[in-house]
């Protein structure tokens, strides 16, 4: 038996979208399936948990590395040529915790003044390190880079290398990837 989910089990799972050469250990936790739309050529790993809230989209050619977390409360997005590596947290939704509100699922929002919620998205050549944790509303445009034991809490610059707690540009990114992914695409073209 394989580690991986076979076609007729991923179709089983009710996703809103099942694209083509799609690869899910069978050790993922998946909530609310139906608001989780994927495209083509995607790997997730095991341990991961992927929670579609709102709605999670998943472009193709995207990697996610075991034990990472999306939640997708209010929604998150994932372009084509992307990665998240291990133990990485996707928050689109995260409770206040200064002690003016209420904190935990329990509570309805109105308890909770200071909950913050915001779509997360990650745009085409996004890649986070491992370890990170990504809050709410924060957008990652094209090539930006997280390094590892990152925290992200304001959006990431096109082909910039962000670091640190929280996180901070550290340098430009190379966009040399371009170039090589055109010559993949040939290849696959090809075959």
Same mark, same amino acid.
């Given at each position: ?28 936790? #998946?909530? !609310?399936?139906?608001?989780?739309? #994927?495209?083509?050529? @995607?790997?997730?790993?095991?341990? $991961? ?12 050619? *995207?990697?996610?590395? !075991?034990? *990472?977390? #999306? ?48 779509? *997360? ?6 890649? @986070?390190?491992?370890?990170? *944790? ?13 390094? !590892? ?6 959006? $990431? ?35």
């Amino acid at each position: 038996m394989s580690s991986f989910y076979s076609l007729e089990e991923l179709k089983a799972l009710g996703l809103a979208n099942l694209g083509e050469n799609v690869l899910i250990s069978r050790k993922v936790s #998946l909530f !609310a399936p139906h608001n989780i739309h #994927l495209s083509n050529n @995607i790997r997730i790993d095991d341990f $991961c948990i992927i929670s579609g809230g709102t709605g999670i989209t998943i472009g193709s050619y *995207v990697h996610i590395s !075991a034990f *990472v977390a #999306l939640f997708g409360g209010s929604g998150i997005s994932i372009g084509d040529n992307c990665s998240i590596s291990s133990f990485t947290a996707v928050y689109s939704e995260s409770d206040d915790f200064s002690g003016n509100s209420l904190i935990n699922p329990w509570f309805p929002k109105e308890f909770k003044p200071g909950y913050k919620a915001g779509k *997360v998205v990650l745009m085409d050549y996004t890649n @986070i390190g491992s370890h990170c *944790v990504i809050l709410p509303g924060v957008i990652f445009y094209p090539g930006a880079a997280v390094g !590892a034991n990152s925290v992200v809490v304001k959006n $990431c610059d096109a082909w910039s290398i962000y670091s640190g707690s929280p996180a901070k540009k550290v340098k430009s990114r190379s966009q040399k990837l371009l170039a090589l992914e055109a010559e993949f695409l040939k290849t696959i073209a090809k075959s």
